[in-house]
């Protein structure tokens, strides 16, 4: 439950019914009566209190599918609410244009199966919650790797709504790749591409999922592989100025991150240097780790199905222009406790990417 709900003054005049408000509540909001006279609207973990308001003028702001005048609930009063106090409410998502203007794009998702992403976007994104599901629809993210969780990290980004999803992989299915919400059983021995694009099309039929053409970059590359990155790949990426984020899950555990933002952040190398700097056997041990095991990590669903939906959030964050908390760090799941640490990792002055100076 929401704590230290704020409050909204409203006058007294508030019981006159007038019609012209043009508002209702969202349906994400709950209505709690503190009093005769005062409501909670809660959303999500925010809160608000509103005083000085009738149990007609409620009635008029919760029942968004009634025609103003019809039966049932009064229209609600134009002076119900001071104008400073409306728009606080509508551009915080309390509020949402009425059933009159239902073409109104605060309350229409991009595409009707995102209605409840709207919803849920609202308690922290208010009146832009549409807005940014709409920026998602233009955005392009490329998973790369054969990890268990990789086809369920692009299903993932696809079904919350990113316009453009593909996995550049030249390779058959094999078993240990099968995860819930990504490959099935029956996709063995299928060419991985073709396979992993039908398992993006399930989660959201409307996506593109066609390679973007040579030369062409995306919004940010998630590495979902098996082990350490490929060097090379790393150094194209960062010559490219693509945002990266590695993300890994082995026996027992996964890690997300660092989030890379080339030249601004800290990155792989980073970690790498960082690493060496601790235990001089770094380097031998790093090269060794490069030879992937013969049937994956091993990854259990559970652990695997967790870390990819942190991943997501982390990949959203980064393309809502919200601050990801894998950056400069990574983020960190083990069983049995199932909570999420995060490790800072700092940029190295020693590293090539630069991002120290």
Do not use: K
């Amino acid at each position: 439950m929401p704590s230290n709900p704020t409050t909204v003054p409203n006058p007294a005049s508030c019981s006159a019914q007038l019609a012209g408000s043009g508002y209702v509540v969202s349906p994400a909001v709950r209505v709690l009566w503190r009093a005769p006279d005062a409501v909670q609207l809660e959303l999500g973990r925010r809160a608000v209190i509103v005083d000085g308001v009738d149990p007609e003028s409620v009635l008029a702001l919760t029942a968004p599918h009634r025609a103003a005048g019809s039966s049932g609930a009064p229209p609600l009063a134009a002076d119900a609410f001071e104008p400073d106090s409306l728009s606080t409410l509508a551009d915080g998502g309390w509020l949402w244009p009425s059933a009159g203007d239902a073409e109104d794009e605060r309350t229409a998702p991009p595409v009707p199966r995102m209605a409840p992403d709207l919803l849920g976007l609202t308690a922290w994104a208010g009146a832009d919650a549409s807005r940014v599901l709409a920026a998602r629809r233009r955005r392009c993210v490329a998973v790369e790797g054969l990890g268990r969780g990789a086809v369920q990290l692009a299903a993932l980004l696809a079904a919350a709504g990113v316009g453009r999803v593909y996995m550049p992989a030249s390779a058959d299915v094999r078993l240990h790749q099968v995860q819930p919400g990504g490959l099935l059983p029956g996709d063995e021995g299928r060419r991985f591409a073709a396979a992993a694009s039908e398992a993006v099309h399930r989660a959201a039929p409307d996506v593109d999922t066609t390679p973007l053409p040579i030369g062409e970059w995306p919004d940010l590359v998630a590495l979902a592989v098996d082990g350490p990155v490929d060097q090379e790949r790393i150094a194209a990426l960062h010559a490219a100025g693509c945002p990266h984020l590695a993300v890994q899950v082995g026996p027992g555990s996964g890690i997300v991150g660092p989030l890379v933002i080339p030249g601004l952040t800290s990155c792989l190398g980073c970690a790498d240097l960082h690493r060496r700097d601790r235990d001089a056997a770094w380097h031998a041990i790093a090269v060794q780790l490069t030879v992937p095991p013969p049937r994956g990590q091993g990854a259990d669903v559970v652990t695997t199905a967790l870390v990819v939906a942190v991943a997501a959030g982390q990949v959203l964050a980064l393309l809502d222009g919200a601050r990801a908390a894998s950056v400069d760090g990574t983020l960190e799941v083990e069983p049995p406790d199932w909570r999420v640490r995060r490790r800072s990792w700092i940029t190295h002055p020693d590293c090539a990417c630069g991002a120290s100076r």
